[in-house]
């Protein structure tokens, strides 16, 4: 039929002019990076110049339902405004400030603000995206004059290979044994003496799980990443590591590693003090804590804050002591990168404001008696960042508005754990071991010796794939 | 009315005056070339230019990004052609077998229940008399839920400390389950959920179906002394073998395709990655890897298209083999 012919001819056409445009749009997708590099960097590292007029965008601004952190970022603009008259901060808000799809997604669109929030494991996937800029040359202790006290451990967690810096830390966590101190009292256990070892952690999740009524003793996560993340948590706690000293191979094969599943799948199967249900996720687990359900696990300090805040529980009834094991502790956090791309006005700009808002004594989030007056919490052992006069200043302001109570947190601070950061890969490497840390807590046949094996067998295979 | 589509009008006028070329040539309307004609359906190639755009850009457009991908990887921010890397990778992750395994166990069960159970249902309902709508309403309700409120309650039904399923075992005194928490029971646990959520839409099509299977076909049977077994082989099932075949083939495609149960009632992987599934495995590579593995995701959603278009093709020829016989 005619008709169709010319249906075809124009059908053709469309297809056509659509492959050439999927060509046009490979190629230029090709050449990876965007058109800036950071412009001249001759002064960057002179401070912003007050004169300077910039737009910057941002992300992770609190959200209206967090009414007294809205109004401390609306006062802290508007302050870093008198200083900086003619930066302009575009922020949009966000709970949670990162969503690993949406982000992973944006890195990929090139869609990221000029200033974003990251977690530090987060900087291996933004460098291969090609997603954040090298800050090093404007980050100075003129730029930044609290830089020669934060750890230099959580500032490497933003560096690449090769000591390039590509973000300023925000807050971040040394991860500790959470638990739930009304129930701790009804079990006839001291709530300021939490256990410290695993052995302890057993015999008091025993008594717990004794009060009945659903209460379980201890709790893990097992799902969507985060076994692996706790796996590492305890294997860090009982002096295990991850990888091998080149980072090529995984190394939680191994005593230490055994020792954390056989944990597990003691209290789960031997003494039953864990439950049936499994396959937690966060923030399961809070959920659980929050609702008298849960005896202890292992988290962070700011989990006790999102158990207030969020779930309806009391400062009171929450109590921290030091990582099981006391070897290491997880370290984590938080920090913001500079998009690739951004010039040099926007980094300075950049780094101004995270230096005004998260990295200044008795400024924005350590504006502690403010913090005090608007009813946020104050005397969560977090950040945790600071060493030098910075880590002192930090606590004597802190003790002075503290509105918690910080006695409860007293045997996680006064037994330092040193901080050991996440691995590089790390989600892959989690979601490996989430299977090991399912299989456990899910099968009572369950074979350590050869989850751990296949475990590590697949790692390393992963790992090889990733060189 | 100018510009609006009349099948009647256009017909008419592409209709040739007299019989096959010679009315065409007396017409002499080919010399009137490409310009009249685009002219003549000028609206309606606009109507399906628009189609072809919003399907270029939306679908064939992914498509083609997805296969070059696929041959693709982005590191420090350069993309570089890898030829088979991305498919070697899969091919070496134990995941991709563990994925498939559990794709085919889910499609399988999916198929015992989910393409079974609606046309029983469907016949049911046929042969009653009496609250038909309101039974039809009822079994179509779950398909009005949205899928997630549907999967969570699930979720809660499934909890095996104060879930309804293992309360209701518990007041018979039968043993209760562990549900999503076994690897043996999470699986079939994902099945029923997905099969109660969405047998309302295949129960009406099955229906519909039965309904136009004529009367004296069953009364026929009824003089032959034809037993309901018998009625239901002998008549329904061949009356409704088109539908049947048609709802299978699209129930397996979908159900190869399952994301939202597994994803929402076990995270996904579920115990010891037991409800892993191929689309899941594409998300976890594309988005929870915490790495850039488009390329890897897109090899992925690669094989798994080639093997349904290669399914595909084989129920087709399959049916027109049927059908010649």
């Known amino acids: 039929m005619k008709t169709n012919g010319l249906l075809h001819r124009s059908a053709v056409a469309v297809v056509v002019a659509g492959l050439a445009f999927s060509a046009a749009a490979c190629s230029s997708s090709g050449g990876g990076s965007s058109s800036g590099d950071g412009g001249k960097a001759g002064d960057a590292g002179a401070p912003l110049d007050p004169a300077t007029k910039v737009t910057i965008t941002a992300d992770c601004q609190p959200p209206t339902t967090k009414p007294a952190e809205r109004k401390q970022w609306d006062d802290d603009i508007a302050a870093f405004n008198k200083i900086y008259p003619n930066v302009t901060i575009k922020a949009t808000d966000g709970s949670p400030c990162e969503e690993p799809a ?39 202790e003129k730029t930044v004059p609290a830089l020669k006290d934060i750890d230099p451990s959580v500032l490497g967690t933003l560096k690449d290979a090769d000591g390039k810096l590509y973000g300023l830390p925000v807050t971040n966590y040394k991860m500790g044994l959470i ?129 207030v805040q969020t779930l309806k529980g009391n400062y009171e009834d929450y109590g921290m002591g030091p990582m099981p ?141 990733l060189q | 009315m100018a510009g609006t589509i009349s099948p009647y009008k256009t017909n008419r006028r592409s209709a040739p005056a007299g019989s096959g070329s010679a009315g065409r040539g007396a017409g002499g309307r080919e010399r009137s070339g490409l310009g009249q ?84 249902v469907a016949v049911l309902l046929n042969e009653l008399r009496h609250a038909k709508a309101y039974l039809r309403i009822l079994v179509y309700l779950p398909v009005m839920m949205p899928p997630v409120a549907a999967v969570l309650l699930f979720k809660y039904f499934y909890n095996p400390d104060y879930g309804l399923f293992n309360d209701i075992l518990r007041t018979l005194h039968l043993p209760t389950s562990a549900w999503l928490n076994s690897p043996d029971t999470a699986m079939v646990s994902v099945v029923i959920a997905a099969t109660w959520m969405n047998m309302g839409g295949a129960t009406l099509i099955y229906l519909a179906a039965l309904q136009g299977i004529p009367g004296e076909l069953y009364e026929a049977a009824d003089l032959d002394g034809a037993g309901l077994l018998r009625k239901l082989w002998h008549v329904t099932i061949p009356q409704t073998r088109l539908i049947l075949s048609l709802l299978l083939l699209l129930q397996i495609v979908a159900t190869m395709q399952v994301f939202v149960e597994p994803f929402l009632l076990t995270g996904g992987n579920g115990p010891q990655n037991s409800t892993m599934t191929v689309v899941y495995l594409v998300y976890e590579y594309a988005f929870d890897l915490g790495g850039n593995n488009y390329g890897v995701a897109s090899a992925l959603g690669l094989v798994m298209l080639v093997v349904l278009a290669g399914f595909s093709a084989l129920y087709s020829r399959l049916s027109r083999n049927s059908d010649n016989d």
């Open chain 2, 37 to 120: 004609k685009v002219r003549r359906n000028l609206s309606a190639h606009g109507f399906l230019f628009g189609a072809l755009v919003c399907f270029g850009f939306f679908t064939w457009y992914p498509m083609v990004r997805e296969v070059i991908m696929s041959f693709q990887k982005t590191k420090r921010g350069k993309t570089t052609w890898v030829g088979f890397d991305n498919l070697e990778r899969i091919f070496d992750d134990p995941d991709f077998w563990h994925a498939w395994r559990n794709t085919f166990l889910f499609t399988l069960l999916a198929l015992v229940l989910g393409f079974a159970l609606p046309f029983f």
């Open chain 1, 102 to 140: 949406k982000f992973t997604a944006q890195l990929a669109g090139k869609t990221q603000p000029d200033l974003f929030y990251a977690y530090f494991t987060d900087t291996n996937q933004i460098l291969d995206a090609g997603g954040a800029q090298d800050i090093s040359a404007y980050v100075n």
């Open chain 1, 325 to 465: 094991g006391g070897k290491s502790a997880l370290l984590g956090g938080d920090g913001r990168f500079f998009k690739k791309g951004s010039t040099p006005d926007q980094i300075k700009a950049g780094v101004a404001w995270v230096n005004f808002k998260y990295l200044t004594m008795g400024k924005g989030q350590f504006d502690y008696s403010r913090n005090k007056t608007d009813g946020l919490p104050v005397g969560i052992p977090q950040p945790s960042f600071f060493g030098g006069a910075s880590l002192a200043a930090d606590n004597t302001a802190k003790a002075a508005s503290a509105t918690v109570p910080v006695k409860n947190y007293a045997p996680y601070v006064s037994t330092p754990v040193p901080g050991k950061t996440e691995p590089a890969n790390a989600q892959q490497l989690y979601k490996v071991l989430d299977a090991a840390v399912s299989a456990v807590l899910t099968d009572k046949n369950a074979d350590i010796a050869k989850l751990l094996t296949d475990a590590e067998s697949q790692a390393n295979q992963v790992l090889s794939s």
């Open chain 1, 179 to 307: 638990y739930n101190r009304k129930l701790f009292v009804q079990a006839g256990l001291d709530p300021d003496k939490p256990p410290t070892t695993w052995a302890e952690i057993r015999e008091d999740a025993k008594k717990i799980a004794a009060l009945g009524n659903g209460v379980n003793g201890y709790g893990d996560y097992s799902a969507t990443n985060q076994g692996g993340w706790h796996f590492t948590a305890e294997l860090y706690g009982l002096g295990g590591k991850m990888l091998s000293d080149d980072g090529k191979k995984v190394a939680f094969n191994s005593a230490e590693g055994k020792q954390v599943l056989q944990n597990l799948y003691d209290m789960r199967w031997t003494d039953n003090t864990m439950g049936a249900t499994q396959g937690l996720k966060w923030p399961d687990l809070m959920t659980q804590t929050s609702t008298d359900k849960l005896g202890m696990y292992v988290g962070a300090p700011d989990d006790i804050t999102y158990m």
